[in-house]
């Protein structure tokens, strides 16, 4: 058994995994019954399912070419976009109430989402 | 000295992260390429400093790089986790919850820090700040006991950001 | 134990056929989503997903040429999902 073998063998296992994360990702958004528990799945094990096919790409082309690194850099790009993703969606859950209200914080403060702000309130006079 | 080294790196951190990007984007680990990544980390931040005037200013890269470590090894436990809920757990036996957590943390890079860690770790995403930025809300998948939830994030993942933005 | 290159192949077919059923489930959710950011959601995964199947593609051919275009799926689906959510919370887009 040579490195060639064992690294086709590790691109076969990332590739399965990834698949597998992937398609898991895409039932979680299919099958859970209220807007909040959908973002679980998709934002987060889906993207560890494409990190995994990447690591499989890099694996790969070590092993059949000359290696490439640069698959790390979607990897990061995805890793650091994701949480900003899920936070807007949930933002918007929140903003439209398609989800159970979430509780009020203590001390008199209200979420930065539900705060009514100027852009909300344009005077009827302006509008001719 | 010290004034000319503030001057010319005014984020040492990410001089070395830009360098490393373009070493990357261009798939090519020469010496030529690290210059020139070094030069962009130099130009980039020096010229974008003005734009980021309350920028942190002791940030330990060392304890970072053991913080990233920590989360990268939970994201993958939590991933194997989340994915057995979805496979296998009917929705009637989900225990969503809303969990407030109150932050120690002010600095608003520490706590965007926080909220991207306590989202990539599965199982909780994190939606929300309050208007004063001391209270962040979380919402969990399955939490039988949200308190200890809240307790395992703050003493977990807070207390490691408290040292690193100092 | 099979052989390295034929388990690679069949791992590479499995991923293919994955990644379409994942596509489709998200392209049902997509039509029949009640709200706004179930629709938004199931955008952002098929963005997702789109970025795995360029990167099957550069596996299955051998080539290093499809990188660009999974870097640029990947900013392009990044800014149209923050740009859609934006304009659901504020009614606008640049202020």
Redesign the interface.
Known sequence: MNWAEIGTYAAAVFLLVGALFTLVGAIGLLRFNDAMTRLHAPTKVGTVGIGALLLASMTASFVFGEGSFHELLIMAFLFVTAPISANFMSKVNIHRKTCVPPPVPPHGETWSTLVKDEIDQVPTGTQS | MTRLFNWLFPHPAMTLILAI?WI????DLSYGMAVFGLILGIIIPRMTAVWWPDRPSGFKIGKMTAYVILVMWD??VA?VQ??WI??TRP?SK?R?A?I?IPLDLRQPEAITVL??TI??T??T????????G??L?V?A?DAPDPDAVRDEIKQRYEARLKEIFV | MMPADDLFSWALAIAFAAIAISQLLAMVRLVIGPGTADRILALDTMVVNAIGVIVLLGISQGTRLYFEVALIIAMLGFVSTVAYARFVLRGDIIE
């Open positions: 990007v990357i984007l261009q798939n994201i993958m991933n989340v994915a979805v496979l929705n989900l969503p809303w407030i909220a991207g989202t990539l599965p199982g995403v994190s939606a929300d700040v309050s208007n004063t001391h209270y809300l919402h998948l």
